[in-house]
């Protein structure tokens, strides 16, 4: 028994955590490769490494992933310190280079000297498609950070593969990624670049991207799906999402084939982040003045929202929500009152309908089936979630209006 839990033990030593065992880096300059200070790690690894997000077999595990900032040229290297079968012979590590290689497209290199030859051709690379926006940012340091946006297809040369060197990322920042089939040409791909200087030249280094999915409405419209967002870790939380956003939605604005825009699966941040940016595009809409807001969700509110800013029904609901927060006192008892009733009939409603259903099944239920449905038929606990999911709601509505407050 001593002898298995002294086993136990020394296997327990050889598992990594992946989340810190994968490195990322994005290169500008050869002495990146050994700077500590701007690697990044991934939020999930477990589609590439299993649920547990474990690697066994290893001591001090790195999984280093370099790109080089503007093409993404790829060095991929495994470090450890030990490997099990140095100690236990007849256990086997795992194959963490085979695992890494079913995401990573042929191309690569094992060799910091051919990276480092890659890096000097980045000076070459200039982004893909037509330019649709600049924008500058200068930081209280005084320094000044450029950014452009383009729009590409896949018809771009070299951009097929750089896409596929791209959507690595997804696999560490998604939680349910998947790699798009990019043959198909209903994709549109926008893309963020910085200019940076690199030895008195204009270099553009790689910042975020999105895929839009042009879905076919009948008869003669289109709806862009947003698919997949991602701004690379070092450039989040720095306004670069928004901006990405508010362009495609412009983008789309002038096109009359367009219906509106929708999103596949959003997560929490990328519908807070849509929140603030259509807040913006449609706080100056005569539909949505501080005097109409308080009349109620209108018919001219959705149809001005679709036809002048491509934006969807459910969509136009919550910005007239966070809007009429905004034009509310909610000091004003009969005022908050007012407020706090009309959202929370918007939210209740699928509530309103499980109740209606669960109603209707009770009088067909037998007794033993009836106590199975009794947790659901909790009204207490319900009424408590959907109270919270309310004050949820106004919070992530109050910080969307914090935010439109300091950009005004
Ligand atoms: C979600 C995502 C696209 C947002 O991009 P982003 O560039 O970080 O977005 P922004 O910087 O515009 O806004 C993010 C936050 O930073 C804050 N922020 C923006 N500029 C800021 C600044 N100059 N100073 C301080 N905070 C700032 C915003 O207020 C916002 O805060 P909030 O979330 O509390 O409202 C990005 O985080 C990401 O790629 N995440 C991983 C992948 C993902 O979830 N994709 C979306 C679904 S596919």
Redesign the pocket.
Known sequence: MAVVNGVEKILAEYKCDTNLAVCLKLVRFPEDIEDEGIKFHPEYTHQVFGDDEVAFGYKGLQIQLFYTAGNLSTLFQVKYSSKVNETIHWVEPDDVEGKIRKILPAGFTHNTDDFISQLEKDANFKPFGTLLHTYTVNTEGGREFTYQIHKADITCPGFQEYHERLQTFLMW??ETASFIDTDDDHWDFFLVFEKYNKDGETLYATV?YMTVYNYYVYPDKTRPRVS????MPP????????QLLETVQRFYCGNPKVQDITAED??E??V??RD?VLAKLCQGLPSFAPDRLHLGFSADMIREAQEKMKVNKKHARRVYEILRLRATDMSDEAQARAYRLEVKRRLYLPYRKNQRELAKMRKCLRPEELVSHMGQMDTQTQHEELEKSYQDLVDDYR?VLE?LAMQA
């Open positions: 920042y998604i975020g997949q967002m991602l701004i450039f989040q939380g720095e306004g670069v999402g928004a959003p997560s941040n990328y807070k982040l603030y910080r935010r």
